[in-house]
């Protein structure tokens, strides 16, 4: 699966970020967006259990990149995020994120994503209404101030 870009500073996929995720996203060429990810114990709001806001942002941001999907370039930021937390998120496991569009068009899209532990259960669901980007909020400097770009494997 193609390996999609990261940026620098970005809490989700920053590398050089470091209180953040620094998750990694790979896309089927097709539909769907792919992330595995261990969340550390530093994002736990109960013991043991993620923070339900970092979950939320893992979701936002591996269902939001369904747009990047054919065009690495193309941002769409969440105009509505809806969450079904099904069931403790842990924090130190090895968790499967999805986002699966259902239909970009125009200037607007909308896609679902899932967490899934490693037993196959989804423990939390989700699903997004995209826009895309204003002109107005595009970086000064370009991609290159992102550090937007697909980084060699660690």
């Not at 970005?10 to 967006?33: E, H």
């Not at 970009?104 to 423990?123: C, N």
Request: charged share 20%; aromatic share 6%.
């Amino acid at each position: 699966m193609p390996k999609q870009p990261n940026s620098k500073h970005c809490f989700v996929c920053g590398l050089q970020n470091p209180q953040g995720l620094r998750a990694v996203f790979y896309d089927d060429d097709v539909d769907t967006v792919h992330c595995q990810h261990t969340l550390p114990a530093a994002y736990e709001g109960y013991p043991g259990i993620a923070h339900g806001g970092v979950v939320a942002a893992l979701l936002d941001e591996a269902v939001g990149r369904v747009a990047m999907i054919g065009d690495h370039h193309r941002f769409m930021m969440t105009v509505r995020l809806e969450i079904k937390y099904r069931q403790p998120v842990p924090v130190e496991t090895p968790l499967m994120v999805i986002g699966k569009r259902i239909k970009i068009g125009g200037r607007l899209g909308k896609a679902s994503g899932e967490v899934i532990l490693p037993d196959g259960q989804i423990a939390a669901e989700a699903e997004l209404i995209l826009a895309d980007l204003p002109e107005e909020l595009r970086v000064g400097g370009g991609l290159e101030a992102l550090g937007w770009k697909v980084y060699p494997e660690a």
